[in-house]
Structures are given as C-alpha cells and as structure tokens.
C-alpha cells in the first residue's frame, strides 16, 4: 500500500477532530464539494472510474458539439433516457445524509 494512501486510511488523531470542528464554529460559510464517489454507493456509476463508462470508450459529448446538429442532440437525450432508469432507482446514502444534516441542522455547511 503505497504511504499516502496508507495517511488517508487512518483514523484521525483527537486533536485533528478538534482542529476540525474548531475550524467549523469559526467559519461562516463552508462550501462543500464532492466528488462522484459520494454517489456510486447509492448506485449511480462513477463516470471515469475503473469501470466507468469513460473506461469503456464513451467520451462526454462537447457543449459546442450539443449545439452543432440536430442528430447530436438527439444521440445526447437518447443515451439519457437509456441511462435513466438506473440513477431514478438511486437513493440516497449515508454521505448524503451526514451532509443533509451538516446543511440543514446543523448549519455549518451552506453551500452544497
């Protein structure tokens, strides 16, 4: 395992926490940005991960390539729809609520 995967995968010192929360009573507004691992437990694909679509060929459609034909628009909401079924099955998890919880009830987090 290399070593910087070993730093993430241990749990944090007690003064690290409280660094941490010290650091939220502090701050008026966190931003929270997430990558696409937050979701692939609630069983939406991670695009570019190791079985990603992104892995198997398909390459995101350009914003100028949406706009350049008809056919391009059409082939972009086709695979949409073909995609869909499996992201409206989705649900969220447990990352979502903790950050639900950070945002509403808390109120530390205010931008998601």
Do not use: C
């Not at 350009?62 to 059409?74: A, I, M, N, P, V």
Request: glycine share 8%; hydrophobic share 30%; no cysteine.
């Amino acid at each position: 395992m290399s070593p910087v995967l070993q730093l993430v995968l241990q749990p944090p010192k007690e003064d690290e926490v409280d660094q941490l929360v010290e650091f939220f009573r502090r701050s008026n507004h966190i931003l929270t940005i997430t990558g696409a691992g937050v979701s692939t437990s609630s069983g939406i694909p991670d695009y570019r991960g190791p079985d990603g679509s992104y892995k198997k060929g398909h390459k995101p459609m350009t914003h100028s390539e949406f706009l350049s034909s008809d056919y391009s628009r059409k082939r972009y909401w086709a695979r949409s729809m073909t995609g869909w079924s499996r992201f409206a099955q989705a649900r969220p998890n447990m990352a979502h609520y903790a950050l639900t919880e950070l945002e509403k009830d808390v109120g530390i987090v205010h931008h998601l």
